[in-house]
T-cell receptor, first 117, second 112 residues
Framework: KAGVTQTPRYLIKTRGQQVTLSCSPISGHRSVSWYQQTPGQGLQFLFE???????NKGNFPGRFSGRQFSNSRSEMNVSTLELGDSALYLC????????????????FGPGTRLTVL | GESVGLHLPTLSVQEGDNSIINCAYSNSASDYFIWYKQESGKGPQFIIDIRSNMDKRQGQRVTVLLNKTVKHLSLQIAATQPGDSAVYFC???????????FGRGTSLIVHP
């Protein structure tokens, strides 16, 4: 079974530009979550999509957005890039993020390393 | 490889030793806890989880202990191997939000 794939793996942008990152979940997984990882803040939750709907959202500005397609593939977009957006962006998929009384295992992709100059 | 964190707490052990990685969590209402391992250049990988109604859970070479009184979680790795070298994160999940909150991570270095 193929794992979670993310494209591109590396990206360099300049301030003010916008960027779109892509995530293909494991086949059959309907939930896709996005995380930002930085040395200063660690791993932080951005948002989660399930069946093309955003179900959960972390504490990030509106410049960060995402969407999910009918095949569960997901994209996240960051507009008006700032230097502080430089980070590793991780995507994780699971059968369903929510399970009553528990938590379905999430499988992470390798991430997209975004550098903003 | 890519660095996942600067100035992380570091635990250095010899191959074959047992390792204990600690984590303090913040929300007493969290009802689910997870340990992840992240190797350089890779995304986090699930190791083991535990529900708040348990105080211990064992896996293959790993044991997680939960002390809700002091909001403390630990991961014990038996007979540590060089392949265990990685950054280890704990995460807490509240059933109300389903959003995991991650700890800062601990870097484990295993010397052959």
């Amino acid at each position: 079974k193929a794992g979670v794939t993310q494209t591109p793996r590396y990206l360099i942008k300049t301030r003010g530009q916008q960027v779109t990152l892509s995530c293909s979940p494991i086949s059959g997984h309907r939930s896709v979550s996005w995380y930002q990882q930085t040395p200063g803040q660690g791993l932080q939750f951005l948002f989660e999509y399930f069946s093309e709907t955003q179900r959960n959202k972390g504490n990030f500005p509106g410049r960060f957005s995402g969407r999910q397609f009918s095949n569960s593939r997901s994209e996240m977009n960051v507009s008006t890039l700032e230097l502080g957006d430089s980070a590793l962006y991780l995507c994780a998929s699971s059968l369903d993020f929510r399970v009553a009384g528990g938590h379905n295992e999430q499988f992470f992709g390798p991430g997209t390393r975004l550098t903003v100059l | 490889g890519e660095s996942v964190g600067l100035h992380l707490p570091t635990l250095s052990v010899q191959e074959g030793d047992n390792s204990i990685i600690n984590c303090a969590y913040s929300n007493s209402a969290s009802d689910y806890f997870i340990w992840y391992k992240q190797e350089s250049g890779k995304g986090p990988q699930f190791i083991i989880d535990i529900r708040s109604n348990m105080d211990k859970r064992q896996g293959q070479r790993v044991t997680v202990l939960l002390n809700k009184t002091v909001k403390h979680l630990s991961l014990q790795i038996a007979a540590t191997q060089p392949g265990d070298s990685a950054v280890y994160f704990c995460a807490e999940v509240s059933g109300g939000s389903y959003i995991p909150t991650f700890g800062r991570g601990t870097s484990l270095i295993v010397h052959p």
